[in-house]
């Protein structure tokens, strides 16, 4: 069975870092697009940063400029390096990819907590 594990989660101060990683395992074909999606409580998730299979990159306009997303493609990893942290980035951060057939899966997320 495909499973997304998630980690690098952990309670920080604001101004600080976190890295944050993905892998993939289990029997699955080619991964076109990788990336990270948030959700504080009483909001809707959102989507971070994410990566198509060709490099090319999306950030939320509230990271851009801290975050970086990047991947290993031949071990099915993806990576989310998070720098200045601020509270507003407290959040459960979840993993997502989707196949080239268009088959979408999810992590069980890791929690980012950072306080002032």
């Known amino acids: 069975q495909v499973q997304l594990v998630e980690s690098g989660g952990d309670l920080v101060q604001a101004g600080e870092s976190l890295r944050l990683s993905c892998t993939v395992s289990?029997?699955?074909?080619?991964?076109?697009?990788m990336g990270w999606f948030r959700q504080a409580p009483g909001k809707q998730r959102e989507l971070v940063a994410r990566?198509?299979?060709?490099?090319?990159?999306n950030y939320a306009d509230s990271v851009k400029g801290r975050f970086t997303i990047s991947r290993d493609n031949a071990k099915n990893t993806v990576f989310l390096q998070m720098n200045s942290l601020k509270p507003e980035d407290t959040a459960v951060y979840y993993c997502?990819?989707?196949?080239?057939?268009?088959?979408?899966?999810w992590g069980r997320g890791t929690q980012v907590t950072v306080s002032s």
């Open positions: 289990g029997s699955i074909g080619s991964i076109n697009v």
């Open positions: 997502n990819v989707i196949m080239r057939s268009g088959t979408m899966y």
């Open positions: 990566i198509i299979s060709g490099g090319s990159t």
